[in-house]
């Protein structure tokens, strides 16, 4: 069996930026990534399900302290901490454990390295300056007549 190979252009139809045809249907050019280029970073390794309970929960006794509501949830393929306000409990964030730097971190689920699982009151006040604008947001009881 034969296989089709892509179709080659020439540099003119490169510089141009045209496309190409390939069996009848207009096919994207090739665009090589320049050799400076930097390179993804890989994705992070996450904690086994009793690490990240153990930091989680550390986590989330200094965040009860500080007025936030705190959920735990196994029952995913890794471990989060539901981070929420008692008052807006659709607005939140949920924290995971991963390797990185040598040491383990709390992030985010945006993909924000929060801080080092050593830093329990950085870690939650950083959660609390990430939250804090979304909550007040939802309580703005002139949200609706701005608009």
Known sequence: MARERA?????EEAVMGSTA???????ARLVP???NAPT??????????????WHLTRLALVLRCDGWTTQLRTETPRTLLRVYSE???TI?????VAWGNGT?????ST????????????AADKLSILLQPWVAAAFDHLRDEQL
């Open 7 to 11: 179709p080659q252009l020439s540099p």
């Open 21 to 27: 045809s390939w069996g009848g249907e207009e096919v």
């Open 33 to 35: 990534l320049p050799p």
């Open 40 to 53: 993804a970073l890989p994705p992070p390794t996450y904690s086994g399900p009793w690490r990240a309970r």
């Open 87 to 89: 008052g807006a409990p």
């Open 92 to 96: 939140g964030e949920s924290i995971s």
């Open 104 to 108: 383990w971190w709390y992030l985010s």
């Open 111 to 122: 993909g924000l390295w929060l801080t080092p699982c050593k830093r329990l009151c950085l």
